[in-house]
């Protein structure tokens, strides 16, 4: 990034996947004029969080104040309030296509000092991570190789219809049978979800409409999982990743506590709006035993927990296009359930569902894998006054764990095996992730940085079960503590205008 009055400069962005080499100046006025606007410092911007008519993000040394479009954020009102009164650079260049420049100056209202432009752009790390961002641009890294997911939605489709042949009794009409059925019906689910996961973040087609009707079939019509649920909690998650207070994805009490300093004293979630306590006595009872609990929470159902947050989501009023949700998910229930009532018995019918659902819980397995060994924190990151180490790569690769395995075995982990890379970079297609891993890794040994840890799959599962352990002696040994004393972080202040 440069100043402001120099952004003459071609630059690569992303347009639906293909990288176009562009005037970056040339962009930000494609469709609204440039205008004339005070200069801030960026304590200045971060000062403005105390102000509840204003949501100040800087993008490339320009301040935007994107309080009247909060609301209509594709990605959510998290990512939005998280970045407030910050140097969001990194992450929006992540999130967001050419389109998307094309109406930042609807909302340009300042630019930074170059004070502060030349402090960031002196930063070795940061020259090295744009310049690398560049490169990838350039070399076509962002592009999807269609035949690939052509590819695999035939797997997905081949595990479907082995299960219709076990199910239908192909292979004989018995209990046995009918089980294997459910069972490769549940790879169906998991198969699919990495397809949900992919549209969700315009991975595909990168075009969010295209990729919503993608994900409506995939998420909704062959899943029953909402892609509108999905982008609100999972985009707010990428931003402010193993956030105590404010990643749901790691907000499991009663049930589960991935780290013993969430457990410390109650805390208010800033995704599920209310208060969690770790130290009431049926919390504790819970968590005391959550070593023992965990497979069968994780695996047996938590994909209820995905139903019941999917319809919780329309019902309360915050998906965007409501109608075409209950359509496919009906369509869901209706086929899944035509195939469930083809049981001979009551008992077959509630095993069908039973074990086709825990075999899909692999998914919600994997996703613990990726994040609950590593480091939590209070609040948001990105915070200016802290420096790059509290930055975009940092927070991204200490807050991730990688799977090693296997390329073979690349469709049964669906791209989640990369987690490090897929959150640095979460539009670039999953094909694209293994070919980016060394040059990460390169970056980071060039100015000496911890590796983001990479683990086998079972050893994965020995480091959660350990921190289960752990935590779960914690909380058998603390007393109770009033929720008055709740964690209350910046974003509290600011939806309770307290600030």
Same mark, same amino acid.
Request: net charge positive; proline share 4%.
């Given at each position: 990034?440069?100043?402001?009055?120099?952004?003459?400069?071609?630059?690569?962005?992303?347009?639906?996947?293909?990288?176009?080499?562009?005037?970056?100046?040339?962009?930000?006025?494609?469709?609204?004029?440039?205008?004339?606007?005070?200069?801030?410092?960026?304590?200045?911007?971060?000062?403005?969080?105390?102000?509840?008519?204003?949501?100040?993000?800087?993008?490339?040394?320009?301040?935007?104040?994107?309080?009247?479009?909060?609301?209509?954020?594709?990605?959510?009102?998290?990512?939005?309030?998280?970045?407030?009164?910050?140097?969001?650079?990194?992450?929006?260049?992540?999130?967001?296509?050419?389109?998307?420049?094309?109406?930042?100056?609807?909302?340009?209202?300042?630019?930074?000092?170059?004070?502060?432009?030349?402090?960031?752009?002196?930063?070795?790390?940061?020259?090295?991570?744009?310049?690398?961002?560049?490169?990838?641009?350039?070399?076509?890294?962002?592009?999807?190789?269609?035949?690939?997911?052509?590819?695999?939605?035939?797997?997905?489709?081949?595990?479907?219809?082995?299960?219709?042949?076990?199910?239908?009794?192909?292979?004989?009409?018995?209990?046995?049978?009918?089980?294997?059925?459910?069972?490769?019906?549940?790879?169906?689910?998991?198969?699919?979800?990495?397809?949900?996961?992919?549209?969700?973040?315009?991975?595909?087609?990168?075009?969010?409409?295209?990729?919503?009707?993608?994900?409506?079939?995939?998420?909704?019509?062959?899943?029953?999982?909402?892609?509108?649920?999905?982008?609100?909690?999972?985009?707010?998650?990428?931003?402010?990743?193993?956030?105590?207070?404010?990643?749901?994805?790691?907000?499991?009490?009663?049930?589960?506590?991935?780290?013993?300093?969430?457990?410390?004293?109650?805390?208010?979630?800033?995704?599920?709006?209310?208060?969690?306590?770790?130290?009431?006595?049926?919390?504790?009872?819970?968590?005391?035993?959550?070593?023992?609990?965990?497979?069968?929470?994780?695996?047996?159902?938590?994909?209820?927990?995905?139903?019941?947050?999917?319809?919780?989501?329309?019902?309360?009023?915050?998906?965007?296009?409501?109608?075409?949700?209950?359509?496919?998910?009906?369509?869901?229930?209706?086929?899944?359930?035509?195939?469930?009532?083809?049981?001979?018995?009551?008992?077959?019918?509630?095993?069908?569902?039973?074990?086709?659902?825990?075999?899909?819980?692999?998914?919600?397995?994997?996703?613990?894998?990726?994040?609950?060994?590593?480091?939590?924190?209070?609040?948001?990151?990105?915070?200016?006054?802290?420096?790059?180490?509290?930055?975009?790569?940092?927070?991204?690769?200490?807050?991730?764990?990688?799977?090693? +395995?296997? #390329?073979?075995?690349?469709?049964?982990?669906?791209? %989640?095996?990369?987690?490090?890379?897929?959150? !640095?970079? /979460? *539009? $670039?297609?999953?094909? +694209?992730? #293994?070919?980016?891993?060394?040059?990460?890794?390169? %970056?980071?040994?060039?100015?000496?940085?911890? !590796?983001? /840890? *990479? $683990?086998?799959?079972?050893?994965?599962?020995?480091?959660?079960?350990?921190?289960?352990?752990?935590?779960?002696?914690?909380?058998?040994?603390?007393?109770?503590?009033?929720?008055?004393?709740?964690?209350?972080?910046?974003?509290?202040?600011?939806?309770?205008?307290?600030?």
């Amino acid at each position: 990034m440069v100043a402001v009055k120099s952004n003459q400069q071609k630059i690569w962005v992303e347009d639906e996947g293909v990288a176009k080499q562009v005037v970056y100046e040339e962009l930000l006025n494609a469709r609204f004029k440039p205008k004339d606007v005070p200069t801030m410092t960026m304590e200045d911007v971060a000062a403005s969080r105390e102000d509840p008519s204003k949501l100040l993000i800087v993008i490339k040394g320009r301040v935007y104040n994107m309080i009247r479009f909060v609301k209509h954020h594709p990605g959510g009102l998290g990512p939005l309030y998280h970045g407030a009164g910050k140097d969001m650079t990194d992450p929006f260049v992540q999130f967001h296509s050419l389109e998307t420049y094309k109406r930042l100056n609807a909302y340009h209202v300042a630019n930074v000092a170059d004070k502060d432009i030349r402090a960031r752009n002196s930063e070795p790390l940061q020259k090295d991570w744009d310049e690398l961002t560049q490169q990838l641009l350039a070399e076509g890294m962002y592009q999807t190789n269609y035949w690939y997911f052509v590819r695999q939605a035939v797997r997905a489709l081949c595990f479907l219809a082995a299960s219709l042949l076990f199910t239908f009794g192909y292979f004989g009409h018995s209990t046995s049978m009918h089980v294997v059925g459910a069972a490769l019906m549940g790879m169906w689910f998991q198969q699919t979800a990495f397809v949900g996961h992919d549209t969700g973040h315009n991975g595909i087609t990168h075009n969010r409409k295209w990729d919503d009707i993608i994900g409506l079939v995939f998420g909704n019509t062959c899943g029953g999982l909402g892609i509108g649920w999905w982008k609100k909690s999972h985009n707010n998650h990428h931003i402010c990743c193993n956030s105590i207070d404010n990643d749901a994805d790691i907000q499991h009490l009663p049930f589960l506590a991935c780290n013993p300093k969430i457990v410390d004293k109650p805390f208010w979630s800033s995704y599920h709006d209310k208060i969690f306590n770790a130290t009431d006595a049926l919390t504790r009872f819970i968590l005391s035993y959550q070593h023992i609990f965990y497979y069968p929470i994780i695996l047996c159902f938590s994909r209820y927990n995905l139903y019941v947050q999917t319809w919780l989501h329309i019902i309360w009023g915050r998906s965007k296009m409501p109608g075409l949700e209950i359509i496919t998910l009906c369509a869901f229930f209706g086929w899944f359930g035509a195939i469930v009532n083809t049981m001979p018995t009551g008992w077959e019918m509630f095993l069908y569902v039973f074990v086709s659902h825990s075999v899909a819980g692999l998914l919600n397995l994997q996703i613990t894998l990726s994040h609950f060994c590593t480091e939590v924190y209070y609040g948001s990151t990105y915070n200016h006054a802290n420096g790059i180490s509290d930055g975009w790569l940092h927070t991204q690769l200490k807050t991730t764990i990688a799977i090693d +395995n296997h #390329r073979m075995m690349d469709w049964f982990h669906g791209g %989640l095996q990369f987690q490090d890379i897929h959150h !640095l970079f /979460p *539009r $670039v297609p999953r094909h +694209n992730l #293994r070919a980016i891993r060394p040059r990460i890794r390169a %970056l980071l040994k060039k100015h000496k940085l911890a !590796l983001s /840890p *990479r $683990v086998s799959f079972f050893e994965g599962n020995v480091m959660v079960m350990k921190l289960l352990i752990e935590t779960a002696r914690k909380v058998s040994k603390m007393s109770y503590i009033p929720a008055t004393d709740i964690v209350k972080s910046p974003l509290w202040e600011t939806l309770n205008a307290q600030g």
